[in-house]
């Protein structure tokens, strides 16, 4: 009986461990232009034109994370 309960929170361990590297995130491709949505403000480098559409971006991102596992 307990070695079940063992087993239980072993496998709730390692799905957290698996939810914990999946959080991180996908490779961006740089396309020059700025990832938050509907900016596309050119940068010469990194993903995001200013910190406001980081911020912008990931909160969106997040949204749809939200999303997914509900
Ligand atoms: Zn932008």
């Known amino acids: 009986m307990s070695d079940e309960l063992d087993q239980a929170s072993e496998l709730e361990m390692l799905n957290t461990q698996i939810a914990l590297a999946n959080r991180q995130r996908p490779t961006m491709t740089f396309t020059g232009l700025c990832q938050n949505g509907d900016c596309g403000e050119k940068?010469?480098?990194?993903?995001?034109?200013?910190?406001?559409?980081?911020d912008d971006y990931e909160r969106i991102e997040r949204a749809q994370q939200h999303r997914k596992v509900a």
């Open 43 to 54: 940068v010469d480098k990194g993903f995001f034109c200013c910190p406001e559409c980081k």
